[in-house]
């Protein structure tokens, strides 16, 4: 058994923490979590929570990446942009949504890429349960991987269903830089799904880092 730093196992902070709402809205609560951390020590901690989860279910939402191909084009990234009134600004994010009741996550992302984007996709990839800031919520999610095939009529002219987001397309192999170009010319704030996206991309083809050499 590995054992933390005050001796005790390390998975002993994640067994049975205690919950109490300390506020509840129509939408998240706020809750007072207690625990017990690698010392044996009793902690709170305050965290935040969906009043939305479908029973049974472990995963709030879903996240989508959705790759649009045409022939004669650059494969190309679907992205939206929306006003977020926590951030009190525009942010540059995947379509994304909450699963409803009896519905899959592949389900849940095909539906909200068309309301979102107007585009109707094909799920290639779905991953397991992720974690978005498990420093302040319990809120998990599927990243969904996308195939939008363009050369579709149904995909020709795509209209959104939601009249508070924007769709913006941007090539997949310049994408970090096209995002930089945005985000110069409007007051946007980009998600870090995106940007790890973006980064991760560039990383795929770009040279080694260099090793310097040490001097003895």
């Known amino acids: 058994e590995v054992k933390g730093p005050g001796g005790y196992p390390l998975e002993a902070a994640s067994r049975?923490?205690?919950c109490s709402t300390l506020v509840k809205g129509k939408w998240v609560q706020l809750q007072e979590t207690t625990y017990v951390?690698?010392?044996g020590q009793t902690r709170t901690w305050e965290t935040i929570k969906r009043t939305t989860r479908v029973k049974g279910n472990a995963v709030d939402g879903v996240s989508i990446i959705?790759?649009?191909?045409r022939t004669l084009h650059y494969e190309c990234?679907?992205?939206i942009k929306q006003f977020r009134p926590p951030l009190g600004c525009y942010c540059l994010e995947f379509p994304a949504g909450l699963i409803d009741e009896n519905e899959t996550p592949e389900q849940a992302a095909l539906r909200e890429l068309e309301e979102e984007t107007g585009y109707k996709g094909e799920v290639m990839e779905c991953?397991?349960?992720?974690?978005?800031?498990?420093?302040l919520s319990d809120c998990t999610m599927h990243m969904i991987t996308a195939h939008i095939n363009g050369d579709?009529?149904?995909n020709n002219k795509p209209k959104p269903k939601h009249e508070f987001t924007e769709c913006i397309v941007l090539p997949k192999n310049?994408?970090?830089k096209r995002i930089a170009e945005l985000v110069a010319k409007e007051k946007l704030v980009v998600d870090a799904r995106v940007y790890s996206y973006a980064l991760a991309l560039?990383?795929?083809v770009a040279k080694p880092y260099e090793i310097p050499i040490l001097k003895y």
């Open 37 to 39: 951390d690698h010392y």
């Open 127 to 135: 991953s397991p349960v992720l974690c978005l800031d498990p420093g």
């Open 202 to 204: 560039e990383h795929a």
């Open 77 to 79: 990234v679907v992205l």
């Open 152 to 154: 579709q009529a149904v």
């Open 16 to 18: 049975d923490p205690e």
């Open 174 to 176: 310049d994408l970090r």
């Open 66 to 69: 959705p790759v649009l191909q």
